[in-house]
């Protein structure tokens, strides 16, 4: 398994402003993933972070509104660039193993809450 | 696309009660099979999963769920819940060979009271 950690748990942000979620594993993992989940629904993939390339974005999301970084194996961020109340949501940052048959471990998510 | 629906979206059962929640997927290709748990002020933990083999799966704390490939289907059971498995309980599935990626149902509040 894996333990990830998250920073920061919860904000408040205006409208306009950005905010990058960190997440850190304890242990070097091939995939890492950032979801979101809106209020009232359940969890969209936003994009997978690929080491050392660019993020691979899933339909309806783009890197100017969440650009990724992942700088190594057992770390990456996402940020929510000029935020609108639309982007109220927990943010979840997910690992996997290794690729294929393999569970994904969830980080406790970010709450998000844009005024 | 693929998608997942949970039909039971909020079940309130007594404690001893059994549990069935269901699970159906869209996609007619091999994928594997998740069902996650989020209790009150935790994360998501895995509960149980399904990739091969045996079509009935056992999970923690007593779950299990079985996989039903004719019916696109993977429902979670446990014989007497008890007050403690009130939560959130998402399934989710992958494609296999499409790289990790979660498609997850929207998920189903169960509370069970005393």
């Known amino acids: 398994s894996a333990v990830i950690s998250q920073k920061p748990s919860r904000d408040i942000c205006q409208r306009g402003t950005s905010l990058t979620i960190q997440c850190q594993v304890d242990?070097?993992?091939?995939?890492m993933f950032w979801y979101r989940q809106q209020p009232g629904q359940s969890l969209t993939l936003i994009a997978t972070?690929?080491?050392?390339?660019?993020?691979?974005?899933e339909s309806g999301f783009v890197i100017d509104k969440f650009p990724i970084s992942r700088p190594n194996l057992t770390f990456s961020t996402l940020t929510v660039s000029n935020m609108s109340p639309e982007d109220s949501s927990i943010y979840l940052c997910?690992?996997?193993?290794?690729?294929?048959?393999?569970?994904?471990?969830f980080g406790p998510g970010t709450r998000l809450l844009v005024l | 696309a693929q998608s997942v629906s949970q039909h039971n979206h909020h079940v309130i059962l007594s404690e001893a009660a059994s549990l069935e929640l269901g699970c159906n997927y869209s996609?007619?290709?091999?994928?594997?099979l998740f069902w996650y748990v989020q209790y009150p002020g935790q994360h998501l933990q895995l509960l149980l999963k399904?990739?091969?083999?045996?079509?009935l799966v056992k999970g923690i704390k007593g779950f299990e769920a079985e996989f039903i490939k004719s019916k696109f289907s993977f429902n979670l059971r446990k014989p007497s819940v008890q007050w403690s498995d009130t939560a959130e309980y998402f399934c989710?599935?992958?494609?296999?060979?499409?790289?990790?990626?979660?498609?997850f149902g929207t998920g189903t509040q169960l509370k069970v009271e005393l």
């Open positions: 997910s690992v996997a193993l290794r690729v294929g048959r393999e569970t994904q471990y």
């Open positions: 242990s070097q993992v091939t995939m």
């Open positions: 972070a690929n080491q050392g390339s660019e993020a691979t974005y």
């Open positions: 996609y007619g290709g091999t994928v594997n």
């Open positions: 399904y990739f091969s083999g045996d079509p």
């Open positions: 989710a599935v992958n494609e296999a060979g499409g790289g990790n990626k979660l498609t």
